[in-house]
């Protein structure tokens, strides 16, 4: 099998998955990729009282779990896929299409040596289905964009990447009820990966996934605001190579600068987003070293 598929799904967002699952397996099926796609739904009721026929099909594995933790979900999808061996993994947000000409792009890489593939991110609106179908050639591109400019569900790691390092979601953080922040497990697992396996490039297509826009009332940046002043301290203390140190220090001056901007120009929500970002940062210094 070339792909192995996780995608975490609350409850209550099986409504709008039902738009976007057709259109992941249909691409793949256009595309030609061999995939298996593990299904982690959260519920904190009897998964069997759920409509998830809809989920019953060839190359698709429900499991279902009552930790509202996207982490928690992708170790539980991760654990389940050891046993098929893929040779690429990719962590689908559940609002997350892969394109037919991104996926089309990767499959020729699937069988060379392994390397990190990035697809660039599409925002959409309607529905996903049959769009971007072009195959793009990938280039080489840095570290620093695979952990500064990168989303997590348009990346694909080699399984020997994340299974062979011995690396898992650290599970008190990332998107759910029981996390202690609520941002950073993807690039806090992206560095865990380039540290273990020592990579200094990754392959950048222009084809990409299709992802819903962000909302434009900065409510995600009150929810991820402090994860993410936290993730920044802690690729600072991380061994990560020293021009890498710098481009984070930069981003983290315009990262609290941004915020101190728009409290200084009366912005909506601006006081609160600036100082979850100073509280997440103090958290960093208290929570244990990046390491491989």
């Known amino acids: 099998m070339s792909l192995g598929i996780v995608t975490p799904v609350m409850d209550s967002q099986l409504p709008a998955y039902r738009t976007v699952f057709p259109a992941v397996m249909q691409n793949l099926r256009e595309a030609d990729v061999a995939a298996e796609l593990v299904v982690v739904v959260q519920t904190k009721g009897d998964a069997d009282r759920l409509d998830l026929d809809f989920l019953h099909v060839p190359g698709v594995e429900v499991l279902a779990t009552t930790r509202f933790s996207a982490s928690a979900a992708r170790n539980l999808g991760l654990d389940r896929l050891r046993s098929a061996e893929p040779r690429f993994l990719c962590f689908l947000d559940s609002d997350a299409v892969p394109s037919v000409g991104l996926l089309r792009s990767v499959r020729s890489y699937f069988s060379g040596r392994d390397r990190i593939l990035i697809g660039r991110a599409h925002w959409y609106e309607g529905d996903p289905a049959g769009r971007f179908s072009d195959v793009t050639t990938g280039r080489p591109t840095s570290i620093g964009r695979l952990l500064f400019s990168t989303y997590l569900w348009s990346t694909f790691l080699p399984t020997s990447y994340v299974v062979g390092a011995g690396i898992r979601f650290d599970e008190s953080i990332g998107p759910g009820e029981e996390t202690r922040l609520k941002a950073g497990e993807d690039v806090l697992l992206l560095s865990q990966v380039v540290l273990a396996n020592e990579v200094e490039e990754a392959v950048l297509f222009d084809a990409g996934t299709l992802h819903p826009r962000r909302p434009s009332d900065f409510s995600k940046h ?23 140190k710098a481009r984070v220090l930069a981003s983290f001056g315009l990262f609290l600068g941004n915020a101190l901007v728009r409290v200084l120009t009366f912005r909506r929500r601006s006081l609160p987003i600036l100082r979850l970002r100073l509280r997440g940062a103090l958290e960093g210094f208290r929570l244990e070293t990046i390491s491989s």
Not at 222 to 244: H, I, K, M, N, W
């Open 222 to 244: 009150l929810t991820y605001a402090e994860g993410q002043g936290a993730l920044f301290v802690r690729l600072l203390r991380s061994r990560l190579p020293r021009s890498l």
